[in-house]
């Protein structure tokens, strides 16, 4: 077992290996038993830790300030849903907050951050960049794309309270 594929390359094993490597040991006919197995597997330090949830940073939020003219505030958020088929799709929507114009729906099974860029780069072309930008407190915005574009044009970043809207 120690002169495996893998210590050959030098590459580690990937994520729920273990599984995988025991059943494959078992058809070749080792008799060992998984608690066996799983001690040696250890002791060739081939176990990984799991990798946990991603923290989202602290953020303070503040109540939120009623706009008082056009493409002061844009809110953005993503919804999901699925099909009839059970393939699940993703929209990202652009909302004015002063007269609740909904400026974009771009939807697709998958909207990485520079395609979120992109949409909101297209909607500033046409309507000038908004001076702040509300949005909830999700793992979808933490992105270095659109921190850059933040800081690009000066927009603010307005996160909405936690647990709102409900």
């Not at 003219?69 to 088929?85: E, G, I, K, Y």
Request: with cysteine; hydrophobic share 40%; glycine share 4%.
């Amino acid at each position: 077992m120690p002169d495996s594929e893998s210590e050959q390359n030098g590459l580690p094993l990937p994520l729920g290996y273990h599984a995988k490597l025991f059943q494959i040991l078992r058809r070749q006919g080792y008799p060992w038993n998984h608690k066996r197995f799983h001690r040696i597997y250890c002791l060739l330090k081939l176990n990984f830790r799991r990798k946990g949830k991603q923290q989202l940073p602290v953020r303070n939020p503040s109540p939120l300030a009623t706009p008082e003219a056009l493409n002061q505030s844009w809110s953005v958020d993503f919804m999901h849903d699925a099909l009839v088929c059970g393939r699940r799709f993703r929209t990202f929507n652009v909302v004015d907050d002063f007269n609740r114009e909904v400026l974009s729906i771009e939807i697709d099974l998958n909207l990485p951050a520079p395609r979120v860029v992109r949409v909101l780069d297209r909607l500033a072309a046409n309507r000038g960049y908004p001076i702040m930008l509300r949005m909830d407190n999700g793992p979808e915005f933490i992105s270095l794309a659109l921190a850059e574009w933040v800081e690009r044009y000066a927009v603010k970043l307005e996160f909405i309270q936690l647990g709102k809207p409900t």
